[in-house]
């Protein structure tokens, strides 16, 4: 079952700004209230007497010392088995580019916030990348969380998905066009890690390195060193530091 098939993303957004203000977190570190009657009436509609629930308070209960920097890099492996992913086929009817393109998604969040100096490069950058490949831009268009999106240029080289996309399908069509990509560039972030996960070469960026932990950062870099996939995390200055040693 689709949880936006039953409860509107308005209600959601509702659901996690209580969260937020009761524990400073959207993060589903417990099963919360209207988590459990959501999955009572769920079970009544399937006619379901007896059911299981894998939360994901699980995940976070098991790796809470690997995010707080108290577990090794080898217990954390130990705990993790990374399969790979299988993403749905991109629709007929999203009208991608011909050529290998670049995917694209920037966004704001703590690491990337909304100033006037950050949407500046970042339009600069995306109509720079546009001059060497065709890009892809994973813009939903959906307010379903903390994160903003970025106001990015489109032109015959430049294609969106805003517009495309549903909560319903958000997802699993991103994933699907991502899986495709030459390449992704952008925040770093979830989308950066699911990139690095479905193999795609990536870069991502920030601007401050804040509210977010660092185990994720050394656990992508991780995975990208073990699947041979370039993978490089830093700040735009980092970025012009690289294109001045490689010339």
Known sequence: MELYDYMPLSDVRLTQLDAFTAKKSVKQTELTPWEAAFLKQTAIRLGMGRYH??????????????????????????????EPLTVPVVPVELELPDAPYIAVKFYTRPTWPHTEQLQTWTQDTVTKLATKANLVL???????????????????????????????????IQSAVLA?????VGTYGGTMQLAVRLGVPSAGFYDHFKDTAYAHKLLTELLGVQQGQPVWIGRPSDGSFIQQVMG
Request: proline content about 6%; hydrophobic content about 40%; charged content about 15%.
């Open 53 to 82: 629930v894998l939360h994901p308070s699980l995940m976070y209960q098991a790796l809470k010392p690997w995010w707080g920097l108290q577990m090794t890099a080898h217990d954390c492996m130990q705990q993790l088995h990374f």
């Open 180 to 184: 495709k990509a030459r390449a992704f």
């Open 138 to 172: 994973l813009d939903a268009g959906l307010h379903t969380d903390d994160h903003g999106e970025m106001n990015l240029p489109t032109t015959h080289q430049i294609v969106s998905l805003k517009g495309k996309l549903t909560p319903q399908n958000n997802l699993a």
